[in-house]
C-alpha cells in the first residue's frame, strides 16, 4: 500500500501535461471487460436511485447536528471583490446573521482602487438537488440546484440591489472521473489539484492504517457520490438558467460570482465543497470481508434515452472496481449502463461482476469440492466390504454367483469451461465403469434339465453439471447442478437344457441420447445447490435432491423395448447402487463447505441483491461476459435508522 502511494507520488513529479493515468505500467487482472470499462466489477446506480436518496437526505436530521439536514438546503455566501472583479474574501456560511452583517457594515475603499469596492453575494433556499446525465456523448454529470426562494445582493456604497432568486436554476457539470484520488489514480498539473491529490492520499493512508482496506463501504453511499458531486476540484464550469427578465438582467453577474466561487474560493481549498459544508457519511454496519473485496475504484457516466427523453432509471453513476489496488483502466474509461428495461421496471440498479472473474471465485470453486465429494462417495463404496454381496436386482433367493465390481478407479478431475458452455451444453464428466453380475441355475433330476437365469450388467457413470441464473420474485439465484446420469450395457439370459436360450441385450440410459426412441421418458435424479443473494450480502445456500432413477431403452433385440424397459426399471434392480443414495450422501458432505465460509458480496452494507442474470458475449467465452446482480440501494446503517431495507424489492428502492 505504501509503495503505491510513493510511487503515486513520485510519478506526480515527473509527469508531463496531458491528463494521462499514473501507473501506466499497470497490468490489468482482467482488461478485456469492455462492458465494465476494463474494470472486474461495477454498479451502475440508476440517477432516479439516486436522487431518490438526495431528496430524502435532504428531510433527514443530520445526527451530529439535529438543526441541520444531511444535505442543507439552506445557504448563504458573500464575497468582496475589487473594481476588476478580483475576489478579495469570501465566506459561505449557514449563518444569514453573519451575511447581513456582512453587508451592513461593508464600505468601499475610494482610497485604493485595488481595495475593496463591493460586496455581492446571495442567500436563499433550494430545492432537493438532483442530478442527470449531459448527454450520449458526454459522460459528465450535471448537478441541479433549483431555488425556491432567496435573494442575489450586491452593494458598492450605501445602496443595496436586490435580485430575487425564485425559480433560478444553477447547474453543475461534473466530471466524476477526474476524482484525484488513489481510486482513479489520476494526473493533475495545477498546484492546487495538486493538493487535492495530498489530501486524498492522507484520507486514504490514514484509513489504510485504520482497517487496512483502502476501500469501505461507506465509499459506495450517495453521501460519498454527493460529496464528489459537490466538490469543486471535479466541476468544469457552472451554468445559470434565469426564471424571469429581472433574473436575465443579471444573470452574468450571478454567474461570475458563483463562477468566482467556484475557482477563486474553492478549488484547492481545504473544503472544496459547493454548499459550503462535508456531508457526514453513515456509519456502516462491519461485516467480513468480502469475496470479491473492491480496492480500487473510478466513476463513469451512462445515458439511456426512451423516445428522445434521458431514462433516469436506466441513465446511471457507475462505480467501476477492482479487486486489486494496482489494477486500475485510464480515466476515460467508459462502459454502458448495466440497468435492463426490466430492472428499471422493477426499480432495480445493477451490479455486475465479470463473468470469468465470478466463475474463477465462486463456480469453479463450488463445482471442484462437488467433484471432490463425488469421488469421495464412489471411493467409499469401492473400499465397502459389503459391497459386492449387495443385493443385486432384487437379490434372487437361490443366487449362486453374484458379483459388484468397481472397474474404474481413475477420479473426475473438472476442468473449467467458461459460464457460457456450463449454461448451453454443461460439462459431461468421463465416464466410470461398475459391473454387476447376478445368476443362478437349477438342476432337475427329474428330468434332467438345467434351468439358468443370468444378468450382466455394465453401468457407466457420467455426470453431468450445469449452471443456470433466475431473477423471479420466487425463483432468484444462482443454480449449480449435478445430474447423476448412468448409462447401461445389459445382457439377460434365461435357459434351459430343454430349451432355446431366451435372451434380451441392450443398452439403456437414464437420460436421452441418440438411438432412444419416442415416448421412453428417462429421467435421471439430480443434486440442485442454489446460490441466493440475501439481504446481508451473502449467499442463503441451499441443497436439494431431486427427480426419479428412470431409465430408458435405447435398442435391444428383437426390439423388446417394453420389456427391456420393465426389466431395467424393475423393483430392486438398482436397490445396491441407488443414485439417490450417492447424491444424497455428497449433499452431506458438501452443505458444510458451502455454508462455511459464507461467501459475501461486495457492498454487502450499501446494496440489497436480488435476482441473477448472466449477460452473454458475442462469442462462447467468458470474455466481455458478466454475470449480473439486481441491486436495491438500501444502506444499512447504525446512526440513520430512516434508511431501513426496503420491504418490497419490486415496490420500493430507496
Not at 445526527?63 to 444535505?71: E, Y
Not at 449502463?337 to 471465485?361: E, P, R, T
Not at 436480488?610 to 441491486?631: C, E, K, T
Amino acid at each position: 500500500m505504501y509503495e503505491q502511494i510513493e510511487k503515486l507520488k513520485a510519478n506526480k513529479k515527473r509527469a508531463g501535461a496531458s491528463r494521462e493515468m499514473v501507473l501506466q505500467d499497470v497490468v490489468l487482472s482482467n482488461p478485456k471487460n469492455t462492458f465494465l470499462g476494463g474494470y472486474e466489477m461495477a454498479v451502475s446506480l440508476a440517477m432516479s436511485a439516486v436522487n431518490k436518496e438526495l431528496k430524502l437526505l435532504s428531510i433527514m436530521e443530520d445526527p451530529k447536528d439535529p438543526t441541520q439536514t444531511i444535505i442543507r438546503t439552506e445557504f448563504t455566501y458573500w464575497q468582496i471583490e475589487d473594481d476588476d472583479d478580483g475576489v478579495l474574501c469570501s465566506c459561505s456560511t449557514s449563518d444569514k446573521a453573519q451575511y447581513e452583517k456582512a453587508f451592513a457594515d461593508f464600505t468601499p475603499d475610494d482610497n485604493d482602487e485595488d481595495g475593496p469596492q463591493r460586496i455581492v453575494g446571495f442567500e436563499g433556499s433550494i430545492k432537493s438537488p438532483y442530478i442527470e446525465a449531459k448527454s450520449q456523448s458526454d459522460r459528465t454529470v450535471n448537478l441541479i440546484m433549483d431555488f425556491t426562494e432567496g435573494t442575489y445582493n450586491s452593494k458598492r456604497s450605501s445602496m443595496r440591489t436586490p435580485v430575487e432568486l425564485n425559480g433560478l436554476k444553477v447547474i453543475l457539470n461534473v466530471d466524476l472521473s477526474s476524482a484525484p484520488t488513489l481510486r482513479a489514480l489520476e494526473e493533475y498539473n495545477t498546484p492546487e489539484a495538486e493538493e487535492a491529490v495530498e489530501r486524498q492520499i492522507a484520507s486514504i493512508k490514514s484509513d489504510f492504517e485504520e482497517s487496512g482496506q483502502t476501500l469501505n463501504d461507506q465509499d459506495f453511499t450517495v453521501e460519498s457520490l454527493f460529496l464528489d458531486l459537490e466538490n469543486a476540484d471535479f466541476i468544469n464550469y457552472i451554468t445559470v438558467f434565469t426564471a424571469n427578465e429581472e433574473q436575465k438582467e443579471y444573470t452574468q453577474k450571478i454567474q461570475l460570482m458563483l463562477s468566482s466561487y467556484l475557482n477563486n474560493t474553492l478549488k484547492g481549498s481545504k473544503s472544496p465543497y459547493v454548499l459550503g459544508y462535508v456531508v457526514t457519511l453513515p456509519n456502516l454496519k462491519e461485516s467480513d470481508p468480502a469475496l470479491f473485496q473492491p480496492r480500487a475504484m473510478t466513476y463513469s457516466v451512462s445515458y439511456v434515452s426512451q423516445d428522445g427523453e434521458q431514462d433516469l432509471n436506466r441513465s446511471s453513476v457507475n462505480y467501476m472496481m477492482n479487486t486489486s489496488p494496482d489494477a486500475l483502466a485510464p480515466r476515460d474509461t467508459s462502459m454502458p449502463s448495466l440497468i435492463s428495461k426490466q430492472d428499471a421496471l422493477l426499480g432495480y440498479s445493477v451490479f455486475g461482476i465479470d463473468a470469468a472473474l465470478f466463475n474463477d471465485g465462486i463456480i469453479t470453486p463450488v463445482i471442484d469440492q462437488l467433484v471432490t465429494e463425488l469421488n469421495n462417495a464412489f471411493t467409499k463404496l469401492a473400499k465397502d466390504p459389503n459391497f459386492g454381496s449387495q443385493l443385486i436386482f432384487g437379490g434372487p433367493s437361490m443366487s449362486s454367483n453374484q458379483s459388484l465390481t468397481v472397474k474404474s478407479t481413475t477420479d473426475w478431475i473438472y476442468q473449467s469451461v467458461p459460464i457460457s458452455t456450463l449454461i448451453k451444453d454443461g460439462v459431461t464428466l468421463p465416464e466410470r465403469l461398475i459391473n454387476a453380475y447376478d445368476g443362478f441355475s437349477t438342476f432337475n433330476p427329474k428330468s434332467g434339465a438345467t434351468t439358468g437365469d443370468t444378468m450382466n450388467l455394465d453401468m457407466k457413470y457420467s455426470p453431468r453439471i450445469t449452471v443456470d441464473f433466475y431473477s423471479e420474485e420466487d425463483n432468484r439465484g444462482c443454480e449449480i447442478v449435478l445430474h447423476c446420469q448412468v448409462f447401461n450395457n445389459y445382457l439377460h439370459e434365461y435357459w434351459t437344457t430343454a430349451f432355446k436360450t431366451n435372451k434380451k441385450k441392450g443398452e439403456a440410459a437414464n437420460y436421452e441420447c441418440d438411438g432412444m426412441p419416442a415416448g421412453q421418458n428417462p429421467e435421471c435424479q439430480i443434486l440442485t445447490i442454489r446460490l441466493t443473494p440475501d439481504a446481508s450480502g451473502g449467499f442463503q445456500i441451499t441443497t436439494k435432491v431431486d427427480g426419479e432413477n428412470k431409465f430408458g431403452i435405447i435398442q435391444n433385440e428383437d426390439s423388446v423395448v417394453e420389456g427391456g424397459n420393465n426389466m431395467i426399471n424393475s423393483q430392486g434392480y438398482y436397490e445396491c447402487l441407488n443414485t439417490k443414495d450417492i447424491l444424497e450422501d455428497v449433499k452431506k458432505e458438501i452443505t458444510p463447505w458451502l455454508t462455511f465460509p459464507r461467501v459475501i458480496l461486495p457492498l454487502c452494507n450499501v446494496y440489497i441483491y436480488a435476482g441473477m442474470s448472466f449477460q452473454q458475449a458475442d462469442d462462447s467465452s467468458d470474455y466481455n461476459s458478466i454475470v449480473n446482480l439486481q441491486a436495491a440501494y438500501a444502506p444499512q446503517t447504525a446512526d440513520l435508522n430512516q434508511l431501513s431495507k426496503p420491504t418490497s424489492f419490486q415496490k420500493e428502492t430507496l
